[in-house]
């Protein structure tokens, strides 16, 4: 598991556990990723069972060419009786002579480097050279090196080593530009750009729609991180000279008003402009949370490592929604971005890591009224008649925002809902 920053110390008492793990690898990243920029291409490097992964999280047939593929390797590649670096050059050049629409391909290892004997890196710089125009990069996917979000975060901090470097030289001083780290579903970029336009602030989104369109990164950029799993790609932009603004992540109506008043208050916007800018939407989010707020207050809801989006979510269920937390687990916490949402969730055992063995005897032992998991996990826990939610519906769905508020506030509800009329 990757550390991409050094953490701020924390008071907290956090149980680390390093034992056996259940949770997706970093490929899975990719089936979001494709849909959010259109022009480029994830060609994965790995065996039958990342294709056959990759395939069946996507839900797409390979027959209606999407926009990844896996490069599979056989038997003769692993054992060194091919070249791989002769062979990959070939694959790449057919895909792009048969999808001359790519802009940007990225190369994804299934398992590091030792293990594929391929040494990724290289033979992006290597094909770049012979496909002038196509930018190709490379980034590892592989569930040795990485859990399931952080294959996003991996390849935005890729993206960002290529995207261009501004200066101030010659004593002109720059003007200060926002920029939203973080893959958002085209839905939520355009609220958040409409908000962001009527506190009359100009916004750019990391990703955009193309993977050409990158912005310049240097000591004029402000950026504010949609998710809390990006702490390699927020390193490569701090190291650029960009500024983070901290705030609360974006979920719910008073976790989304905090993040966007962090940009407001660091660019000087009126507060009387600013509130007059979210009263309705925040109004509107209110509204929606209180049709699920019955069903989850008092509630107790034990949260599995599984995305790292465990904390924020945490704090947007116990703050806004009444829910009582028995555990928050999470695969790694870095304490510096999860500084104020931290500060919000009050006195609440936090888990970094994993031992599933010994965290899943604390959820028999504490029978919580939901536990959200894994699908590994979720099966065995209804068997024994505990109430689960699917981790990965939490990425999968639109979920940030006032107006995907009532939205995320449902998905906790529904498990909840099943379980009182199936007991009828």
Partial sequence: MSVAAPLAPSARAVLRERGQREVFCGLTGIVWLHRKMPDAFFLVVGSRTCAHLLQSAAGVMIFAEPRFATAIMEEKDLAGLADMN??????????????????TLFLVGSCPSEVIKLDLPRAAQRLAAQHPGIRILSYSGSGIETTFTEGEDACLATLARSAPVTSGGDGVALIPELLVVGALPDIVEDQFERLFADMGLAVRFFPGRSSTDLPAIGSQTRF????????????????????????????????????????????????????????????????????????LQGK?????????????????????????????????????????????????????GQDVDKQLDRVRAARPDLTVCGLGLANPLEGEGLTTKWAIELVFTPIHGFEQAGDLAELFARPLRRRDLLRI
């Fill in 86 to 103: 002769e062979e990959l050059d070939g694959v790449v050049t057919r895909l792009l002579e048969r999808r001359p629409e790519i802009r």
């Fill in 224 to 295: 504010l991180l949609a998710q809390p799993f990006l702490g390699e790609t927020a390193a490569v932009l701090e190291d650029r000279g960009a500024l983070r603004l901290a705030a609360p992540f974006p979920f719910g109506a008073d976790g989304t008003a905090a993040w966007l008043q962090a940009a407001a208050d660091h660019f000087g916007v009126d507060p009387l402009t600013f509130r007059r800018a979210i009263a309705p939407a925040r109004e509107r989010a209110k509204r929606a949370l209180e049709r699920h707020r019955e069903q």
């Fill in 300 to 352: 107790r809801i034990f949260f599995m490592p599984d995305s790292q989006l465990e904390v924020p979510l945490a704090r947007f269920l116990a703050s806004e929604c009444g829910v009582e937390l028995v555990e928050v687990g999470t695969p790694y916490l870095h304490a510096r971005h999860l500084a104020p949402e931290l500060a919000l969730l009050g006195d609440v055992q936090i888990s970094e």
